[in-house]
């Protein structure tokens, strides 16, 4: 266990062929290294993915690219609710999604059947999308300029919430599946993310989810949180959305 964000990640094993030191063991196990050692490494990591991170914030400022970090648990729908979302956004401005999932290229192909651009990061053991990753996936997408770049984080509430990408926002999807307590039990990831999307609201007459105590838990640990009820289903709630990103893209222009 790294104790950076506590899953049990090797934080040095980035998905690149160039890193050598893919699949080491975690370095919390690694014998020898004394717990003053092991500080300065976790230190050391966090410190150079806030330079990438403010590196990738440079490249979207000045080219106008709003860039999303999109987080949440496994399965509240975030693949589905991306693909709805760029089938109607994807006539009106450039847009690209990257994928992160520990195994397969699953999610980057349902993107890529929009005929949006799509790039995959495999993370392994990883348990979140790193920004040095995402500075690399940025060369095999096409120039986003004026447009939005949503980044798909691997499905965890807890590790993600610690790494910058070099997003704008952190946009938390949380499903009416899932409980309604969730924002105070990971109160980190709800306090990091500026908008909580509250999705399978299709689902509401089925399930015991009482969407005004999820929003109050939100600001509870986040007294700023915006949030919106959708469901990538039946595209209820899209208008709202659909209105936050197109404001929120438009701000990124003008801003570059
Ligand atoms: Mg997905």
Known sequence: MCGICGCGEDHHGH?????????????AHAPGLSKTRMLRVEQDIMAANQRHADENRAVFARRGILALNLVSSPGSGKTSLLVRTLEALKAELPVAVIEGDQQTGLDAARIEATGVPAHQINTGKGCHLDAHGIGHALEHLPDLQGGILFIENVGNL?????????????????????GE??????????????????????????????????QEHARRVHPGIKSILLS??????????LAWLRA????????A
């Open 248 to 255: 929120a893209a438009a701000l990124a222009r003008i801003a």
């Open 232 to 241: 990538a289903r039946t595209g209820e709630g899209f208008d709202t959305w």
């Open 181 to 214: 307590d969730k924002p105070l039990k990971y109160p980190d990831m709800f306090h990091a993310a500026d908008l909580m999307l509250l999705n399978k609201a299709d689902l509401l007459p089925h399930v015991d989810f009482a969407v005004d105590k999820a």
């Open 158 to 178: 807890v590790c993600p919430a610690g790494f910058d990408l070099g997003e704008a926002h952190k946009v938390v999807v949380l499903s009416t599946t899932e």
């Open 15 to 27: 998905s690149h062929d160039h890193d050598h030191h893919q699949r080491e063991p975690a370095h």
